[in-house]
């Protein structure tokens, strides 16, 4: 079936430190991918998307990169901050519709 | 721009009580929303696909007459927990996004529910 997951359930990273999250898919039909952040007791918060026909965008100190060939999904954020300590969802959808959300990577910061 | 604000934030009720919980798009016209389901440390599980004006679309094991959802402005989606049990007990998350191509999916801050 269709299914969304996460390599790595926990990440901690030192303040200033560059992290990378990353995120497997198994749909092909997929064209749309996208990362939330979500804070305890909050919903997610939209970080960036990308299309299927792109395989890099940026955003601000974020970067996702996207791989079809092997199905691989990865969110990096630069010089990471304790803000940023969360847990990042990916998602996939067809369209901008339905998305189906990824088991979840907690980001954990030190300072 | 694109907050989505969900009432209440928190409910305690009675097993067998009706619940009803609020999603609205305060700064835009939200053609779709969408309810959600999020147990403690799990991912978020689409529970229906609404479309202003018409019935909503339920996922597969998601009991329609138990988790009742009405779209009727562009801006207001309501989801009502029926005769809720303690099983109901989740945190519901709506989201809500625009017709316009590329426009994401914004979400609510969630409705903690409790059912004693």
């Known amino acids: 079936g269709e299914s969304v997951g996460l390599h790595l359930p926990t990440l901690s990273v030192q303040e200033g430190d560059n992290s990378i999250i990353n995120c497997a898919y198994s749909?092909?039909?997929?064209?749309?991918f996208i990362w939330y952040k979500q804070e305890s007791g909050k919903g997610p918060q939209f970080i960036i998307d990308?299309?299927?026909?792109?395989d890099k965008r940026q955003g601000q100190r974020v970067t996702v990169l996207l791989n079809k060939t092997v199905k691989h999904l990865s969110l990096q954020i630069a010089a990471t901050q304790p803000g940023d300590s969360a847990v990042y969802f990916c998602a996939e959808g067809s369209g901008y519709n339905k998305l189906i959300f990824g088991a979840g990577t907690r980001l954990a910061v030190h300072p | 721009g694109a907050v989505v604000s969900q009432h209440p934030s928190w409910v305690i009720c009675k097993s067998g009580t009706s619940v009803k919980i609020e999603c609205r798009s305060l700064d835009f016209q939200a053609t779709t929303m969408f309810w959600y389901r999020q147990f403690p440390k799990q991912s978020l599980m689409l529970m229906a696909t609404?479309?202003?004006?018409?019935?909503?679309?339920?996922e597969q094991g998601v009991e329609k007459d138990k988790f009742l959802i009405n779209h009727a402005s562009l801006t207001l989606s309501t989801l009502t927990v029926t005769s809720a049990h303690p099983e109901d007990s989740s945190f519901y998350i709506c989201s809500a996004r625009t017709g316009t191509e590329d426009q994401p999916q914004h979400f609510g801050d969630g409705t903690r529910l409790s059912i004693l």
């Open positions: 749909n092909s039909a997929s064209d749309y």
């Open positions: 990308i299309r299927s026909n792109m």
């Open positions: 609404s479309n202003e004006g018409s019935k909503a679309t339920y």
